[in-house]
C-alpha cells in the first residue's frame, strides 16, 4: 500500500485522511492538496477511499433513520402551532405541554386542535397524524360559552374551561350536551349521546280519535280547542293584548273516562288547522324514577329536552301528556327520593316557560295525592277539568250512539240501533233493571250501599262492550249462524264487563274504584247472585 509520506505513512485500514475528527471543512481541503502535491499517485486511492467513507457514512445514517423509525412512537395531542417558529408545534404528551419541531414530510396545513398526532421516542419531534387513535376521555356536560372556549361541568359539579377541538368549533351546543374532554391538557375532542338519546322516552300517541267518538266531553274539549287555536291562529291579537298562553291542564277523574281520549282528539282537530302540526308526546308513569343515583334527574332533563327538540326542529305543536301525574310523587318526605327528583321536575316544567307551543297535560285519578307545587299556575294548575263517568241513562245512551252507527250489521228486527240503546240503557239504569243491581258493599258501621251500574261506568267500558257485542256477532256468522247485532248481544257484553270491574271490587280497592268519600270503611264486597253466569261469547261451536 502506497505511503501518503515518510512522515504520515498510510495506515492498512485505509488513506487517514482524519474525517470524523474536529478539523474544519478548510483544513480538510488543505490536507487533501498537501497529500496530493507531495504524492501525486496517491490521488486515486485517496478518491477510492474518499468514496468508501461516504457510502459506508450513509449505511450509517439509514440504519440510524431504521431504528428510529422502528423505536416506539409517543401519542400526544396537537394544540397549535407557534407562532414565532412555523416549524414548531405546541403538544400535549402525558399531561405537559411541549414544543416539538414538525417532520419535513408532515403537512402543517393538516394539524388541527385536539388532532393525536405521534411523536419520536424522545418527544422531540412530530413524526405523524394518528387518526386511527380514537378520542377518550373524560364526560363534561356543557354549561356555556366562554369566549372560542366552553365551560364544562365535570365531576362533582367542578366547572373546568376547556379549549375546542378543531372539529368542535361553530359547533351550537345547548345545556346539558355531554362532551368528550382530556383532563390533562383540557381539550374537548368530541361528542357523545347521553343513554336516553339513543332511544326516545317519550312516546308518539296516535292522534286517531275525534270528538264525535266521545260522548259528554264536548264542552272540555271545546273550551281546551278554544285557548290554543287562540294563540296559534291568532297570534297578532293576542300580542296586541299581551295575554300569556295556558301552559298546563289537569284533568282528572276515574280511570277510562276519556282522559286520554281527549287529549288525542284535540291533535287531531289542531292538525286539521292550517299550519298546524300537532303531536301527542305522552311521558310513561315512573319513567324517570332509576335506582341509580343521579340518573333519574338525567332522565328528566333527557325527557324535557326531547321534547323542547320536537318542538323547536320539527316545527310542531306538543301536547306533553302525564298520564297518573301523581307519580311524581311529594316533597313531603325529606329523605326519600321524590324529595330530590321533584324539585328537578318543577325546574325543567319552568324552564318551558320560554317554549310558546307546548301545552303541559295531567291527568289523575288520585288529585288527593298530587303535590301542591304541581297545581300552581304555570304548570299545572292553568285549568283543572274532572271528566266524570257517564252516570246517567243519557249519558251513556250518547255514548253508545257514537258507537252504534246505522251502517253496522243489525239482527232481523232490530234495525234500528236506537231500540238497543234503550233495551241496553234500561237494564243499566232502571231501578228493576237486569243489570242494575251488581253487588252491596258493607262498611264497618253496619251500613250497606248497593253497586250500581253508574258507579262503575266509563266510556272506555262503554266501548269494550260495544266491541264485544260485534265479536259475538262476528263468531255467529263465521258459525253459519243469525249474523247481526242485537239488543241480546249487547246486554250479555255489558254483564261480562261489569261483572269483571266487581270481581276486582276488594274492601282495598272499593274506595277508590268506586270513588266513596275516605271516613267510610268497607270490610266486605257481596256479589249479588245471578240468575245466569255470564258467557263470553253467545254461541256454541260445531265441531
Given at each position: 500500500m502506497l505511503s501518503v509520506s515518510k512522515e504520515k505513512p498510510v495506515k492498512s485500514n485505509g488513506l487517514d485522511l482524519?474525517?470524523?475528527?474536529?478539523?474544519?471543512?478548510?483544513?480538510?481541503?488543505?490536507?487533501?492538496?498537501?497529500?496530493?502535491?507531495?504524492?501525486?499517485?496517491?490521488?486515486?486511492?485517496?478518491?477510492?477511499?474518499?468514496?468508501?467513507?461516504?457510502?459506508?457514512?450513509?449505511?450509517?445514517?439509514?440504519?440510524?433513520?431504521?431504528?428510529?423509525?422502528?423505536?416506539?412512537?409517543?401519542?400526544?395531542?396537537?394544540l397549535r402551532r407557534m407562532a414565532a417558529f412555523t416549524d414548531r408545534a405546541l403538544v400535549a404528551v402525558?399531561?405537559?405541554?411541549l414544543s416539538v419541531a414538525i417532520?419535513?414530510?408532515?403537512?402543517p396545513d393538516d394539524l388541527e386542535t385536539g388532532a393525536a398526532v405521534f411523536l419520536d421516542a424522545g418527544a422531540n419531534l412530530l413524526v405523524s397524524l394518528a387518526p386511527e387513535i380514537p378520542p377518550v376521555g373524560s364526560i363534561g356536560?356543557?354549561?356555556?360559552?366562554?369566549?372560542?372556549?366552553?365551560?364544562?361541568?365535570g365531576p362533582g359539579d367542578e366547572e373546568i374551561v376547556v379549549e375546542l377541538g378543531s372539529n368542535l368549533r361553530g359547533a351550537v351546543f345547548s345545556a346539558g350536551d355531554l362532551l368528550v374532554f382530556d383532563r390533562d391538557v383540557l381539550v374537548a375532542v368530541d361528542v357523545v349521546d347521553s343513554r336516553h338519546q339513543q332511544a326516545s322516552i317519550l312516546r308518539t300517541l296516535k292522534a286517531d280519535k275525534s270528538i264525535e267518538e266521545l260522548g259528554g266531553l264536548d264542552d272540555v274539549f271545546d273550551d281546551i280547542l278554544s285557548e290554543i287555536e287562540l294563540h296559534l291562529v291568532h297570534p297578532e291579537i293576542v300580542s296586541r293584548h299581551q295575554l300569556k298562553p295556558v301552559k298546563g291542564i289537569l284533568l282528572t277523574g276515574p280511570p277510562g273516562v276519556g282522559k286520554t281520549s281527549l287529549i288525542k282528539c284535540l291533535a287531531g282537530k289542531l292538525n286539521e288547522l292550517s299550519n298546524i302540526n300537532a303531536k301527542v308526546l305522552a311521558a310513561p308513569p315512573s319513567i324517570h324514577r332509576a335506582k341509580w343515583f343521579g340518573e333519574s334527574e338525567e332522565r328528566i332533563r333527557a325527557m324535557f329536552a326531547e321534547a323542547r327538540k320536537a318542538v323547536e326542529s320539527e316545527g310542531t305543536y306538543a301536547l306533553l301528556v302525564f298520564d297518573d301525574v301523581d307519580h311524581l310523587g311529594s316533597r313531603d318526605g325529606v329523605h326519600g327520593i321524590d324529595s330530590r327528583i321533584l324539585p328537578s321536575f318543577l325546574h325543567e316544567i319552568d324552564e318551558l316557560r320560554s317554549v310558546d307551543r307546548i301545552l303541559l297535560v295531567g291527568s289523575t285519578n288520585r288529585p288527593d295525592l298530587l303535590d301542591r307545587a304541581l297545581l300552581r299556575p304555570g304548570r299545572f294548575g292553568d285549568r283543572q277539568y274532572e271528566i266524570p263517568r257517564p252516570s246517567s241513562r243519557q249519558a251513556t245512551a250518547d255514548i253508545l250512539a257514537r258507537y252504534l252507527g246505522d251502517n253496522l250489521p243489525y239482527r232481523d228486527g232490530e234495525n234500528e240501533p236506537q231500540s238497543m240503546i234503550d233495551r241496553a240503557t234500561s237494564a243499566l239504569?232502571?231501578?228493576?233493571?237486569?243489570?242494575?243491581?251488581?253487588?252491596?258493599?258493607?262498611?264497618?258501621?253496619?251500613?250497606?250501599r248497593a253497586v250500581t251500574?253508574?258507579?262503575?261506568?266509563?266510556?272506555?267500558l262503554v266501548e269494550a262492550a260495544v266491541q264485544d257485542a260485534k265479536r259475538r256477532s262476528c263468531h255467529r256468522a263465521v258459525q253459519q249462524e243469525a249474523a247481526g247485532i242485537g239488543a241480546d248481544d249487547l246486554l250479555a257484553a255489558f254483564d261480562v264487563q261489569l261483572?269483571?270491574?266487581?270481581?276486582?271490587?276488594?274492601?282495598?280497592?272499593?274506595?277508590?274504584?268506586l270513588d266513596l268519600p275516605h271516613d267510610l270503611d268497607v270490610v266486605k264486597v257481596e256479589r249479588t247472585p245471578r240468575k245466569t253466569t255470564p258467557r263470553r261469547y253467545a254461541f256454541t261451536r260445531k265441531e
Open positions: 482524519g474525517l470524523g475528527n474536529t478539523r474544519s471543512l478548510e483544513e480538510e481541503c488543505e490536507l487533501v492538496e498537501s497529500i496530493c502535491e507531495r504524492n501525486p499517485e496517491a490521488v486515486v486511492p485517496l478518491l477510492m477511499e474518499t468514496l468508501k467513507q461516504k457510502h459506508r457514512a450513509r449505511e450509517q445514517l439509514e440504519q440510524l433513520g431504521e431504528k428510529l423509525n422502528a423505536s416506539q412512537w409517543r401519542p400526544g395531542i396537537f402525558g399531561g405537559q405541554r417532520a419535513p414530510d408532515v403537512d356536560v356543557y354549561s356555556r360559552p366562554h369566549g372560542d372556549r366552553a365551560v364544562l361541568v239504569y232502571a231501578p228493576n233493571g237486569e243489570l242494575a243491581n251488581l253487588a252491596t258493599i258493607h262498611f264497618r258501621s253496619g251500613s250497606t251500574p253508574e258507579m262503575l261506568m266509563s266510556g272506555a261483572t269483571a270491574v266487581v270481581d276486582r271490587l276488594r274492601p282495598e280497592t272499593a274506595r277508590q274504584l
